[in-house]
């Protein structure tokens, strides 16, 4: 199997994963990491530089988690579960990921998400 291949079924699984372990409480109205994970999938290829622009895939789940994260504690939750993701992908470039609200025309703003970002830093300014 191609390296290239082994990092795409990797990225593919860790996905998954995230998705299956799901982030908040039952009956809670923060954002799911299940749901920011699938918002967010199309954009891998993007945030990977696999791909020159966001997919209009991914811009669509960037809108959804947009709307969806409408307090601090949501935009903080949102951000843990993206930075969970980036922790099992390859090549991820940060300020690809700060740069997909701009190039898919939506009016937030992300950080550049690392595996090593505060996301207790988040306040009003993103978003």
């Known amino acids: 199997m191609s390296t290239k ?7 593919a699984v860790s996905l998954l994963m995230l998705i299956q372990v ?6 809670s109205s923060q954002p799911q990491c299940n ?3 699938q918002q967010l999938t199309p954009c ?3 945030v990977t530089g696999r791909e020159s622009k966001p997919s209009d895939a991914c811009c669509n789940g960037a809108k959804q988690l947009a709307a969806s994260a409408k307090t601090t504690k949501d935009r903080q939750t949102a951000c843990s579960c ?10 991820v ?5 700060s740069s997909v609200p701009k190039e898919c025309n939506i009016d937030f ?3 550049p998400i690392t595996r090593d970002f505060d996301c207790s830093t988040i306040k ?3 978003w």
């Open 5 to 11: 291949r082994v990092k795409v079924v990797a990225v």
């Open 93 to 97: 470039d940060p300020s690809r990921i």
């Open 124 to 126: 009003a300014m993103y």
């Open 44 to 46: 891998v290829q993007y």
């Open 109 to 111: 703003s992300l950080p």
């Open 22 to 27: 799901g982030w908040s409480q039952e009956g």
């Open 35 to 37: 749901q920011v994970v």
């Open 82 to 91: 993206i930075k969970q993701a980036v922790g099992g992908l390859p090549n």
